[in-house]
Each structure stands twice: as structure tokens, then as C-alpha cells.
């Protein structure tokens, strides 16, 4: 399984304000994923991070309000930008690896983030 | 109608007792079924995953799968304290082919 480290951890801002999460994982991954779980919910796909080439993103996303960038097969980062209220949530990196014969998701500790 | 469904509970159980969590689902494509533990403050870890029908093992942990039904359980044995958790249910489809497209290169 692969190790996976975000950064910050949490972070409380200000409404209009734009905040960089960074994910870095321990070994080279093709796709890297990033999640939304806001409380009470399960995970939403945000987008999928594509290592030269632009993120795909999932219904409901656009890429003005979470750019991402992916300049390599171990880091990614995903912006929250002209955040609001509604953008509180816990976002998680992910990346796909074999547990046995089977291709699942390992996640990073997630980035609880608080918009005022 | 959610392709997964989840009891968000919250679930209260005494030490020692056997939990039973269940997910439903809609979607007959799919094929691999994962159960993930988030303890509070964490990231999700893989706690159990498997391909087929029946029921697999892990130590206290039990994942079954009932593909006619479309629902999974997962069930604790001798819940511990260190069980504490929220537990999600996860799940993919199989592959799918396209048609395939027949080469050939002429010398």
C-alpha cells in the first residue's frame, strides 16, 4: 500500500479566500484522486489528477473552483478557490494501488478545512 | 435513487458485541466490494475487500456479500472499544470491452 501525506492538515478561512491543498505519496502513481466528505456524507469524487495532462473532473466541479495540478507521479495539489461557508468540508487524496489480486483506493488523512 | 445506500446510523453497541453494518446497492455491473474504517480525524483505510458471493474472513471481521440481493454486510465479532469507527462500504464494476477492431497490416 502507498504512503500518503497532505498538506495542511486543517485550516480555517476566510470566506473569498482561496486555499492550496498539497498530496504527496511515497511512490509513483499513474492517477491520483481527490475527495470531498462534508459531514454526515460519504466521499464525492472531485476530479481524477492526471499526470501530464489535465484533471477530469465530475459532475458538479469545474476547474475554476478547484484547479489542480499534477507536475509529477508522486505530488498533486487541489485549490479551493473564492471558497464560501459551503466549501467546509474534509478533502482527501487517494491514489490507486493492489490489495492482493485487487485494484482499490488507499487515502491520505485528509485536510479538515473550515470556511467562516 | 443512491447507487449505494448506508445506514449513517450512529450505531451504539456494549463491548463483546457482534455488529452487523450493511450496505444495499443498484448497480448489477458491480463486482468488487470493499469495506473501509475511518477512525475520527483520519483518512479512510482498506479494512476488507472482496470479489465474489459468499463470505469472507479476516480475524474478527466478516464481509459477506449477497449479489442476488445486492447487500453487503460486514460483521464484528467481540467488538472492541479500539472498533470505534466509521465504517464505509465501497464498491466498483468489472471491466467493460469494447467490440475489439480487427488490424491488419499489409506488408
Known amino acids: 500500500s502507498a504512503v500518503i501525506s497532505q498538506k495542511p492538515s486543517r485550516d480555517i478561512c476566510q470566506r473569498g479566500t482561496s486555499l492550496t491543498i498539497q498530496c504527496q505519496v511515497d511512490?509513483?502513481?499513474?492517477?491520483m484522486f481527490w475527495y470531498r466528505q462534508q459531514p454526515g456524507q460519504s466521499l464525492t469524487l472531485i476530479a481524477t489528477?492526471?499526470?501530464?495532462?489535465?484533471?477530469?473532473?465530475e459532475s458538479g466541479f469545474v476547474i475554476d473552483k478547484f484547479p489542480i495540478s499534477r507536475p509529477n507521479l508522486t505530488f498533486s495539489t487541489l485549490t479551493v478557490s473564492n471558497m464560501s461557508p459551503e466549501d467546509s468540508s474534509i478533502y482527501l487524496c487517494?491514489?490507486?494501488?493492489?490489495?492482493?489480486?485487487?485494484?482499490?483506493?488507499?487515502f491520505g488523512p485528509g485536510t479538515r478545512l473550515l470556511v467562516l | 435513487q443512491k447507487e449505494v445506500e448506508q445506514d449513517p446510523g450512529p450505531l451504539s453497541v456494549p463491548e463483546g458485541a457482534i455488529v452487523s453494518l450493511n450496505c444495499t446497492y443498484s448497480?448489477?455491473?458491480?463486482?468488487?466490494f470493499m469495506w473501509y474504517r475511518q477512525y475520527s480525524r483520519k483518512g479512510p483505510e482498506l479494512l476488507m475487500y472482496?470479489?465474489?458471493?459468499g463470505n469472507k474472513e479476516d480475524g474478527r471481521f466478516t464481509a459477506q456479500v449477497d449479489k442476488s440481493s445486492k447487500y453487503i454486510s460486514l460483521f464484528i465479532r467481540d467488538s472492541q472499544p479500539s472498533d470505534s469507527a466509521t465504517y464505509l462500504c465501497a464498491m466498483r464494476a468489472q471491466f467493460y470491452f469494447g467490440t475489439g477492431t480487427s488490424l491488419t497490416v499489409i506488408p
Open positions: 472482496t470479489y465474489s458471493s
Open positions: 487517494s491514489v490507486e494501488g493492489l490489495a492482493g489480486l485487487q485494484e482499490t483506493q488507499y
Open positions: 511512490s509513483q502513481v499513474t492517477m
Open positions: 489528477a492526471n499526470q501530464g495532462s489535465e484533471a477530469t473532473y
Open positions: 448497480n448489477s455491473a458491480f463486482q468488487y
